[in-house]
């Protein structure tokens, strides 16, 4: 049976763990090429994938690997890469305010103006930017984490309207309480477990679970979906 991503190549950033990771492997297991990111040199990717090392911390860093990333020419981009430090609002940093939004908003900005034009020469392609439950609501001490999703969803939003005559449809996924290192370190355990108990579906999701719907609309089924940020998180935005 052909897969359905069989032939596409695709770039995930943050695809040493976590949701990334995920990621990286369902888009493999469909088929793709998959090049996947992290901060520290000397990893691997699934499928036998490139891996690619960049911190997005580094301003001057991330606009060469932009330009890599142009040169690499993916179907698909998966902007998954992202920080997060909570703080009460009068004790936020603004150093740290800055690397958020440099981490979650401009790095992904700049990885999706590198891939538009192979995408337009092609005649389309895919990006999902990875957003959050919190881009959507918010909750006290997330503003600077908040302030960045907020920010990837309308650029997202901004990006649709621009390619979609292109071919290129663009989306966000913004998941609820994924199990996670991120998660775990910003919670703790017992964190962790107050919080499942808060989500209709009382258990916190699973990082296959965000793949599956990024590997979705990735794919050859989503031929109409763009412009959107579609929330997974077990009910919890609506209660
Ligand atoms: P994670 O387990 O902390 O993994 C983060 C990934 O991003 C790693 O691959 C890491 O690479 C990379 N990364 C971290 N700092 C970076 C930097 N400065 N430059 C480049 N890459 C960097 O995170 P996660 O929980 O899977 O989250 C992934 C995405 O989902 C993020 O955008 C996050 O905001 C979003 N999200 C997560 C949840 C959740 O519950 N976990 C909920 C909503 C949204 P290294 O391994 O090299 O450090």
């Given amino acids: 049976m052909t897969q359905p991503l069989s032939g596409k190549s695709a770039l995930v950033t943050g695809g040493t763990r976590g949701i990334g990771r ?10 793709a090429r998959v090049t996947v990111t992290g901060t520290r040199p000397g990893g691997d990717a699934p499928g036998g994938g490139a891996y690619l090392a960049c911190d997005f911390l580094d301003v001057r860093a991330t606009a060469a690997f932009a330009e890599d990333v142009a040169r690499l020419d993916p179907d698909i981009l998966v902007n998954n890469a992202g920080i997060n430090r909570i703080a009460p609002f009068a004790e936020i940093d603004p150093a740290d305010f800055a690397a958020i939004q440099q981490v979650n908003v401009t790095a992904p900005m700049m990885l999706c103006r590198a891939v538009v034009p192979g995408m337009r020469a092609r005649g389309g392609g895919r990006i999902v930017n990875i957003a ?63 919080l499942a108990a808060q989500v209709p579906m009382k258990r916190v999701g699973k990082p296959a679970e965000i793949a599956a719907l990024v590997a979705w609309l990735t794919g050859p089924e989503n031929t109409y979906i763009s412009g959107q940020t579609i929330v997974i998180d077990g009910g919890f935005t609506n209660v």
């Fill in 22 to 31: 995920a990621i990286a492997e369902r888009l493999a297991a469909d088929g």
């Fill in 132 to 194: 959050s439950i919190w881009g959507v609501i918010s909750k006290a001490q997330r503003a600077s984490y908040s302030a960045s999703k907020f920010a990837v969803d309308g650029m997202t939003k901004a990006l649709a309207a621009e390619v979609a005559a292109d071919g290129i449809l663009a989306n966000c996924v913004a998941p609820g309480f994924i199990d996670t290192e991120m998660t775990r370190t910003v919670l703790g355990e017992a964190g962790m477990a107050e």
